[in-house]
């Protein structure tokens, strides 16, 4: 059962557009959010994350925006360049054990 | 710091071989895990710990046995290797004092 549905499953976006990822969850008891960037042979990086209780986070041109009631965050990445091409994947912390639910992840082609 | 290293980085078994992952973190980070990575699967928790001594299963635990001897280090066995076992394996650590981990380079296995 995936408990963080992660859509789309790839997307492309022209060099210098607005980069959208968005990721649904289930269990209300989750309480952080990371975004992490996975580049081909490479494994995993921690790109940006949110606690439930901020609305917005942003470093640099990434940026992730929560909406609790709705139980969905996203993705942002603004400018996007060439560089950013890379599979990204969200998550959500499940307790005290520090397990992370992982989405399916998004492939993301920046032309330029 | 060399961050989390894995060895091998590529190995080929034959199906019923067995072999061992060495997983070694310099962070001396409390929490391992071990995930499985498959195209359109995202990242499978195989097993975990909590600290030296500890393990406990994840997501997808069969056909895998792991120890955590030493702090440091996380080693995942392959007792009877079977061609469903063909994936890249990733070994991550994460702090006691945050939820982010930290992921190895990869172990990309093949078993025929």
């Known amino acids: 059962q995936q408990q963080v549905k992660q859509s789309p499953q790839s997307l492309i976006v022209q060099k210098g557009g607005i980069s959208i990822i968005n990721c649904a969850y289930e269990n209300t008891a989750f309480d952080y959010f990371p975004w992490y960037q996975q580049f081909p042979g490479k494994g995993p990086a921690l790109l940006i994350a949110?606690?439930?209780d901020v609305s917005e986070k942003k470093e640099g041109r990434f940026t992730i925006s929560f909406n609790k009631s709705a139980k969905q965050f996203s993705l942002h990445i603004m400018d996007s360049q060439p560089g950013d091409s890379a599979t990204y994947f969200c998550?959500?912390?499940?307790?005290?054990?520090?397990?992370?639910?992982w989405g399916l992840g998004t492939s993301l082609a920046v032309n330029p | 710091n060399a961050g989390v290293t894995q060895t091998p980085k590529f190995r080929v078994l034959k199906t019923g071989q067995s072999m061992t992952l060495l997983c070694a973190q310099d962070?001396?980070?409390?929490?391992m895990y071990w995930y499985r990575q498959d195209p359109g699967m995202g990242l499978r928790l195989i097993h975990y710990?909590?600290?030296?001594?500890?393990?406990a299963k994840g997501e997808v635990p069969d056909g895998y046995n792991v120890s955590r001897l030493k702090k440091q280090n996380f080693l995942l066995g392959l007792e009877s290797a079977a061609p469903s076992q063909t994936s890249v394996y990733f070994c991550?650590?994460?702090?006691?004092?945050?939820?982010?981990?930290?992921f190895g380079p990869g172990t990309r296995l093949t078993v025929t």
């Open positions: 949110i606690r439930p």
């Open positions: 991550a650590s994460s702090p006691g004092f945050s939820y982010e981990q930290y």
């Open positions: 998550a959500a912390n499940a307790g005290n054990n520090r397990k992370l639910i």
């Open positions: 962070m001396n980070h409390e929490y």
């Open positions: 710990s909590v600290g030296e001594g500890t393990t």
